[in-house]
């Protein structure tokens, strides 16, 4: 280990402990970045399951089907309120079963 007076001494040392600081920032904004991107990938992947996991009633089902959500990613950036036949119980229902099926993960 060195200590402080060696470190004032050797410039060196200095250059060395900066490079290392600088690639080891580096190595951890990386890290960093690709768990960001796995996660984005893994919830992707858990969410493209068919709509039936979600336990919904028939008649929500048939009324998503029929507007052209298959998978749970469908379902993700929609605004239920512009469905037509989903008033606000079937919303709620659905959004339940959302809720429901992301607390499991």
Do not use: W
């Not at 969410?47 to 990613?73: K, S």
């Amino acid at each position: 280990m060195l200590d402080n007076h060696k470190l004032n001494e050797d410039p060196d040392v200095v250059n060395n402990k900066i490079e290392y600081d600088q690639k080891m920032k580096f190595m951890k904004e990386e890290v960093l970045k690709r768990m960001t991107d796995y996660r984005k990938t893994i919830d992707y992947m858990v969410t493209d399951a068919p709509l039936q996991i979600l336990g919904l009633p028939v008649v929500i089902e048939n009324i998503l089907l029929d507007h052209g959500c298959l998978r749970v990613y469908h379902l993700l950036d929609m605004d239920f309120t512009k469905i037509k036949g989903l008033g606000e119980t079937r919303v709620r229902l659905l959004t339940s079963g959302l809720d429901k099926f992301f607390s499991m993960l």
